[in-house]
């Protein structure tokens, strides 16, 4: 029969230290039984035991002792640690599990409260060991997949850019033709090339897009702060995208409710990509009126909100606005087109990037407004990575 565990038993009596062996072995238990507690400590650290049953009373070296020694050892530091003493006073008690003990068994000992003990802590024992496997096995399962899912994103990060050079020939060829350089069009084929240059600007959207998100997910990209005045950062947006709202029939306006425009020490780039990521949206989602940007300076922080007057959110859908890859249900927003990836890639610029908040407030029907918090000098410059894609 093989034994259920290997038990130290450690007591100077040699009638007490007799009678515990031969329980513990008539039971099935492998046992260490010893009178000394300084030889009882080097067979412990030699080879730890699965429990340990300590007397109280030993010359030398008192069952107190040994057990604070055991327990800042690393190899014993776990083996579970039950005194067999005469000793009934409270103090006594607390004083052994301070030292680190898990239970105490009275003597004269009775024989159904050893085996009790000694099996219920026995089991705690290895269910603990078990649990602390299996945390280490999904530990390591997940940092495996976090491995995984850099090399993921470096690696569509990587595709991305290859796409990015003939893109970006198919773009300035047919920019050169509309132009007429290399000769005239006629209607067909104006309007051919128009739908060549649509799509391709469409496409190198979403690859630029695609790279950004997958160097955040990589951990590949860098936070750069420098000091901008904001309303310089607004009128840049602005004038990005006013040519599709003009296309469309619409306007596209600023308002701000400080005396002076603020000043900011952040990541410009960032923070204009974002900017012009809800200012596109507003433009593509809007039939008619158009988009306005709010700015106010609440002190630390600056709050620029871009409202539109466009169909509106329908409340089903608000939870998919900021997830990868979404497409909402409405019709509109269905012909609009689009990727799914502008407002995830803006709530993870402006949360990891810019230490700011996004919000949005939307009456379907009756329009949108995302609203970006963000400090004026940013908390942290601290380089996420050693290199960023280029």
């Not at 012909?335 to 009456?363: C, H, M, P, W």
Request: net charge negative; proline share 4%; glycine share 8%.
């Amino acid at each position: 029969m093989d034994p259920k565990g290997e038990i130290l038993v450690v007591d100077d009596t040699p009638e007490s230290l007799r009678l515990l062996a031969d329980l513990l072995l008539t039971e099935g238990y492998r046992v260490r039984p010893t009178m000394d507690p300084k030889l009882a400590l080097e067979s412990a650290l030699a080879n730890p035991p699965e429990l340990i049953l300590l007397d109280v009373k030993m010359p030398g070296m008192d069952g107190f002792e040994l057990c604070q020694r055991l327990k800042q050892e690393t190899c014993t530091e776990q083996v579970p640690i039950i005194f067999v003493s005469a000793l009934q006073e409270l103090r006594e008690r607390v004083r052994g599990f301070e030292a680190g003990g898990v239970d105490f068994i009275t003597k004269p000992i009775q024989r159904e409260e050893v085996l009790a003990r000694v099996s219920a802590q026995l089991e705690l024992s290895r269910m603990r060991q078990s649990l602390e496997k299996r945390s280490q096995e999904l530990a390591a399962a997940n940092q495996k997949l976090q491995d995984l899912d850099k090399l993921k994103s470096l690696f569509i990060a990587s595709v991305s850019h290859e796409l990015r050079t003939p893109l970006n020939a198919i773009i300035s060829f047919s920019g050169i033709l509309l132009r007429e350089i290399l000769g005239g069009l006629n209607e067909r084929q104006r309007d051919s090339l128009e739908r060549i240059d649509r799509a391709g600007r469409h496409l190198f959207s979403l690859i630029t897009d695609v790279i950004d998100i997958s160097k955040i997910e990589a951990g590949r990209s860098d936070v750069y702060p420098e000091t901008f005045g904001l309303q310089e950062l607004v009128e840049e947006a602005l004038n990005t995208i006013r040519p599709q709202a003009e296309a469309k029939g619409l306007t596209v306006t600023v308002s701000v409710s400080a005396v002076t425009w603020p000043v900011l020490h952040t990541d410009r780039r960032r923070l204009l990509q974002c900017l012009v990521n809800l200012l596109g949206n507003a433009v593509k989602f809007t039939e008619e009126g158009g988009a306005t940007v709010l700015v106010s300076d609440t002190g630390e922080a600056v709050e620029i909100a871009v409202r539109d007057t466009g169909i509106g959110i329908a409340e089903g859908d608000l939870s998919k606005l900021f997830k990868a890859f979404e497409r909402l249900d409405s019709h509109l927003r269905v012909k609009a087109g689009g990727t799914g990836l502008g407002l995830y890639l803006t709530r993870k610029l402006v949360t990891d990037f810019l230490n700011g908040e996004i919000s949005v407030d939307s009456q379907h029907g009756e329009g949108s407004t995302f609203c970006l918090t963000v400090p004026k000098v940013i908390v942290s410059t601290e380089t996420l990575s050693e290199g960023e894609l280029s």
